[in-house]
């Protein structure tokens, strides 16, 4: 594997209950693998060192679909208040490591239509620009992931309720580019989001997957 020009550390959001999914859905399978391994796996196969899951709701059946995966958990017990509790929970628990890095990349655990080809790309465009805030957009529409330089951590550290990255996109607003990838606007919320995806990979049953 090549080396990455940058050192980026990696947060994935995987706190949530799923409320309008009715179950955990980082715990779909995608093409014959729990949700959440899918988007761990493919953050390592894209460079990305260290991964850092941030787990809540179902803490303990969601690491047990990563385990034997070069990944590291931290579980935000204040999961329920919103994304930007585990975004700080995440930043925090790197920011007690004793490695430093560049940047930071945000994922969420429901985007199974990224592919590690995205997020190599995605890279290689930051790095370009490391100083500069890297989004997803399509359709005048931003979002993660998201990569920020590290000297944003503090300020994602102290993000807590509802508030999440997005916050920071709007705060410094004119510091961040845009990275066209239309995957990234698919995300699975409802059952009838998991239905197109079996649908778009051709398969009939949603007990699929494998």
Request: proline share 5%; charged share 20%.
């Amino acid at each position: 594997m090549t080396a990455l020009p940058l050192q980026v550390a990696t947060l994935i959001l995987a706190a949530g209950e799923a409320r309008r999914y009715g179950s955990p859905k980082q715990l779909l399978s995608i093409d014959g693998e729990p949700m959440v391994r899918r988007i761990a796996s493919n953050a390592l196969a894209a460079g990305l060192r260290p991964v850092m899951v941030v787990v809540g709701s179902g803490a303990q059946r969601v690491r047990e679909c990563l385990d034997l995966l070069d990944v590291h958990t931290v579980e935000n017990i204040h999961w329920a208040s919103g994304m930007g509790s585990s975004i700080a929970a995440g930043v925090k628990a790197l920011m007690m490591q004793p490695t430093s890095w560049q940047s930071l990349m945000v994922m969420l655990a429901d985007q199974p239509a990224i592919r590690v080809e995205d997020l190599a790309r995605m890279l290689a465009r930051h790095a370009q620009s490391p100083q500069r805030i890297l989004a997803c957009q399509h359709g005048g529409r931003f979002g993660p992931p998201c990569i920020f330089p590290w000297s944003r951590a503090s300020e994602l550290a102290a993000l807590d309720g509802a508030s999440g990255a997005h916050v920071l996109l709007q705060r410094h607003a004119a510091t961040v580019d845009g990275f066209d990838l239309a995957a990234a606007f698919f995300d699975i919320d409802t059952p009838e989001d998991y239905a197109a995806w079996l649908a778009h990979r051709g398969v009939t049953s949603m007990d699929e997957s494998g």
